[in-house]
């Protein structure tokens, strides 16, 4: 365990470190939209958001650990929506003003990838945080039984 977490400030070191070209060509040019550049997927065209199995969802950049199958909830905005990471410091939360707006960006907290917003409106969230999140951000594994 290390003692080197600062305060987010979008700044800081990520334990996975690549360059931006060795990222677009790992991950390819829808991926690294999103993940990189903090793209958005259109709307209800994720292919995780109807995914109910149980099993984990991973860092599409870097396979961190980010959420638990069961803190999936259907939210009805037509991305897969959680309602908290897997650890608290799985992810990371940033103030994002862009597009005129002020949301919360959610990052993954290994190696510094957009994943989605997270938005405080419940909309039937037992947290009452709604994580947001583009599935092209995210793997999902299945439990095998
Ligand atoms: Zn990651």
Redesign the pocket.
Known sequence: MTDHQKPTDGAQSYA?QKTEDEWRAELGEERYQVLRQAGTERAWTGELLDESRSGIYT??????ELFQAGTKFDSGCGWPSFYESVRPDAVELLDDTSLGMTRTEVR?A????HLGHVFPDGCGAPTGDRYCMNSLALDFTADES
Do not use: F, K, T
């Open positions: 996975v860092c599409g950049a870097c396979n961190a993954c290994s190696c510094g990838s």
